[in-house]
């Protein structure tokens, strides 16, 4: 058999790739704290396995395409909760976030066609997007002033023919970036004066740590315009569930969505009861975990400003931070740190930062660090990347 | 926005897409007999949710993203009881088969190329094509000689240099055919001469009703061509979970495979829980299973033997048969059933036979029925197809 250019353009995960790395650690008997995956310690509310252990039904059968009714409803109940109406029609269900994303290319855009992102962003979006001949049209943005957007200007510099839209992840992964109203109003109207859909990806909605936090689904101009991303997976700690789904007001998109609903049969049974369960969690339990990340955001962020030669962002929200090391290749020192350092057997995996950059050269030196850790092994984390980054061979003075 | 012709050139399933005109017959009080889905009415084993229950984690956490090494087991000792060994590198648990033919048109397929089926064929794979810029490279079989393969030359006119694979039912949805060794061996002869993937959708293996499977995984020579598509949602009732997989021998797919499994994370991990425990369910349940439908095809071909003017195929496999009807139009006779027919509030649901053809024009008085009733369900249900036959107003005889 001849394997197709598109599969093999695909790299792999910036997150999985270096695995095997921490698994050789672990079997010579290495403690490897994780911060390179955005896998959340925190329990899942017991409401998920409670309600899966009532479910009964003689057949296990297909479910609805689009999604159980009474999860889509559980959904549009907690939208409506912070002020954003939507039809059940405008609701669908989907395999976790990545499958509404997948949605959301196969919608917008044919070969050739792109999408406009800010980098550094989530490295999946560029899988999605070269899987259905799609490109990243990635705008820069950097450390320096907080990874906030360029000028409206700047922008709409970058637009082309071929752009279909902008996917901007709101808070950010990997930086923490919150944008500000006015970054969010400069986004409306550029999207709305150049005919773009908006896909913002809200996963991390929950996790906002220094001030409210603002939809674009809270932005009626936005209606047509817009395809909102969201998921249970980091809201309540359930990211092996796969439940997210794809929300828009744009009758015509919710049209044919459906049909890619259909193809694919539906979503899996148990995690749409388990997930229904998820959205009736008292609100007190969000409160609580925002509490312990801003807790371990303060904690991180104290950790690396003691590190020489380390620059980091100041995230406001999700749960991961950029970082800039004094390093020759931060994957190249990620491998290293895994196979060659050890603080009383214990080392630290990160996702190097080039993975979550398009632009050839850029991310070299920079890491993306998840802060899903308790704050004392953060702390130890921190400690151990500390050490190491003094013992590097391949540390480089700047 | 802008909505991309590649969302806009789905179309909606035949097997789904009259559901509103169910809906609106229940809703008026109708009792409709569903012979349009393939959803069996069969128990699921209660190993599945037994296992579900016992499920112990204080966090729903990501799952390897190829398939938790349970699962993985499981499948791997299913295939070596039948004679077929792979390796766990070798197996991809996926959501569904659907999502196991996704990345099998990923892997082999760039904008322009084709996948070879034999027509009528699961609707579905079109859509899995189109969502890919790849074509349906159809190549007709007809119910007069039960759908059987075309000859070797035959076959091989229809390949170009666009061609990638043939992919191919076995037993056959919506036809029924279960193909011969010799067949099967003449596609191993050309899918290796021409070099082509065969992708071997075998998710009906266990429904053969008369005489012995041979799965193309047991031919040795196929090894670096062969991807099998493979799912639990037939073969243990189990539809809803939406666990399949895909698996290969080439040694290059999996390479490329694994970074489609990274990018969308993981299976939802309760269902591979419950999938896992289906494969220990006793080889007697498949039996009993097999038994059953057998005595179902036995009665819905004898059934519709009884009806003037009807055309069958004489399915040895899966639960599907194809009828050519005595009608102008399959679709236009589906929703006038169910909007202006019944007997005593009953009427009946069926799949329109074009969908299921890409040849223009081909398959317009043609339908698919799903035996996945009890026999007097289905007795009942083809004489009430057989009373609309004679009702219709747009009958015709040929």
């Known amino acids: 058999m001849i394997l197709s250019q598109r599969i093999q353009s695909l790299t792999a995960s910036p997150i999985r790739k270096l695995s095997p790395y921490a698994d050789a650690a672990k079997a010579a008997g290495k403690k490897v704290y994780h911060l390179n995956i955005g896998q959340p310690d925190i329990a899942t509310p017991a409401q998920f396995m409670d309600s899966v252990r009532e479910f009964q039904a003689p057949v296990i059968a297909y479910s609805n395409s689009k999604g159980e009714m009474f999860l889509l409803k559980a959904i549009q109940k907690y939208y409506a ?187 899996p049974i148990l995690e749409q009861v388990g997930a229904a369960a998820l959205y009736t969690t008292p609100a007190s339990y969000l409160e609580e975990v925002n509490k312990e990340y801003k807790n371990r955001r303060d904690t991180i962020v104290a950790a690396l400003k003691k590190l020489p030669g380390v620059k980091a962002s100041d995230p406001k929200g999700a749960f991961y931070i950029m970082v800039n090391m004094p390093v020759d290749d931060a994957e190249k020192f990620a491998i290293w740190t895994l196979e060659n350092f050890a603080i009383d057997g214990e080392t630290v995996m990160f996702a190097p930062g080039n993975g979550f950059y398009n632009t050839p050269g850029s991310g070299v030196n920079e890491a993306r660090l998840a802060y899903v850790l308790k704050s004392e092994d953060l702390e130890r984390a921190i400690y151990i990347l500390g050490e190491a980054l003094k013992a590097y061979p391949g540390r480089v003075e700047k």
């Open 81 to 267: 909760e912070k002020g954003m109406d939507y039809a059940i029609e405008d609701i669908f269900v989907t395999n976790g976030g990545s499958e509404a994303l997948i949605f959301a290319v196969m919608a917008l855009c044919d070969p050739g066609d792109e999408i406009m992102v800010f980098e550094p962003f989530y490295a999946n979006y560029t899988t999605f997007c070269k899987e259905f001949g799609a490109k990243i049209n990635a705008v820069p943005t950097s450390v320096e002033n907080g990874y906030h957007l360029p000028s409206e200007e700047e922008i709409e510099k970058h637009i082309t023919p071929k752009t279909k839209a902008i996917l901007l992840t709101n808070p950010g992964n990997p930086t923490g970036v919150v944008y500000t109203e006015e970054e969010q109003d400069m986004i409306s109207r550029i999207v709305r004066k150049h005919n773009l859909a908006l896909i913002a990806d809200e996963v991390y909605r929950e996790f906002v740590y220094d001030g409210a936090y603002h939809s674009f689904g809270t932005m009626p101009e936005l209606d047509d315009n817009l395809i909102i991303i969201d998921s249970v997976s980091k809201r309540y700690s359930a990211c092996g569930a796969r439940i997210g789904c794809i929300i828009s007001k744009n009758k015509e998109l919710s049209k044919q969505v459906i049909k890619c609903c259909q193809a694919r049969l539906c979503s």
